[in-house]
């Protein structure tokens, strides 16, 4: 193993951040492992996108810093960050609705192309030889995506289980070393959640990509998280493995209450919830280790 690799991929530390009178994020510090898929969780409010906006420079923090890779990015514009090899996906998909899949996939490259991320690749129709390559490599995303039938169809026609497929997508076909994923489990159906959970394992072993992902949907974190960090009021709660974190009271009182948290039923049911791994999932989460 390289000295590289022994550091984390993406270091935060003591990271603050305010919006007027509101302290979003109060030394927050969080670091990702190289290949980890890492889950920020926490109530609504809690400071998670404000996390992802500080790593892809939507967002200026008033302290603290951020490393990936060894590089420190807070000095850096969004452009950079995208060419270290930052990708990201939005709650709101941000996708062009009235373009094919492919086009979608060929615009993400084409803006990348110009902002110099991939240097000697000329605008589509000045250089045949590049359009081909940033063909195949949607293509190729596509059908690692399990997206290829989709190829040519327009993003406004598709369901929404698919079109966050498509903004996950997007942010692959740079791929990026590290992708951060906005609720990819947001609006989509049970069993979309199971796709979507085998997609991230897919990726991450494919593409080697590392994946911090925001989300509220439980079952999807469970199957697939390495490590979980609640956020509550713009601090770190708690970090580790899921079943143990989500479990914690501490976690769960900031979820449901303080109230909640006194009637033993409410408690039981949502240790349970939180718990609760299938077997399937269980097996599927030791397949993807191999
Ligand atoms: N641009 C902004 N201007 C002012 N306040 C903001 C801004 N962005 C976020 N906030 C506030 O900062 C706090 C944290 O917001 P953030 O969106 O990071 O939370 P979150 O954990 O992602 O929530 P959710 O799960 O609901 O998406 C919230 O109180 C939010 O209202």
């Known amino acids: 193993m390289t000295t590289a690799q022994n550091t984390p991929l993406l270091e935060i530390r003591d ?27 926490g109530p609504n409010g809690a400071g998670k996108t404000t996390v992802l906006n500080c790593i ?16 420190s990015l807070l000095p850096l514009g969004r452009d950079r960050r995208i060419r270290l090899g930052i990708g990201r996906t939005f709650q709101q998909l941000q996708l062009f609705a009235s373009m094919t899949v492919l086009e979608n996939l060929l615009v993400a490259q084409h803006s990348a192309m110009r902002s110099g991320l991939f240097e000697g690749i000329l605008p589509f129709g000045r250089a045949p030889r590049e359009d081909h390559k940033a063909r195949t490599r949607a293509r190729d995303t596509l059908i690692l995506l399990g997206l290829e039938e989709y190829a040519d169809t327009r993003v406004s026609v598709l369901p929404h289980g698919i079109q966050k497929l498509v903004g996950v997508a997007r942010a692959l076909v740079l791929r990026p070393r590290l992708v951060l994923l906005d609720e990819p489990a947001a609006g989509i159906t049970h069993q979309d959640v199971e796709a979507m959970a085998q997609n991230l394992r897919t990726w991450r072993k494919e593409l080697g990509t590392t994946l911090l992902l925001i989300e509220h949907n439980m079952s999807l974190v469970q199957a697939v998280a390495d490590r979980v960090c609640v956020l509550d009021y713009g601090r770190k709660l708690a970090e580790g493995e899921a079943r143990t974190v989500l479990s914690d009271p501490a976690v769960l009182e900031a979820y449901l209450g303080r109230e909640a948290l006194e009637e033993p039923e409410v408690v039981r049911s949502a240790v349970h919830e939180a718990t609760s791994i299938s077997e399937e999932q269980e097996a599927r989460r030791e397949d993807s280790t191999c």
């Open 15 to 41: 990271l603050s951040v305010r919006f007027g009178g509101l302290l979003a994020l109060s030394e927050f510090s969080l670091a990702v492992e190289h290949g980890e898929i890492y889950a920020l969780v």
């Open 56 to 71: 892809s420079g939507f967002v200026r923090p008033v302290a603290g810093s951020i490393t990936f890779a060894g590089t």
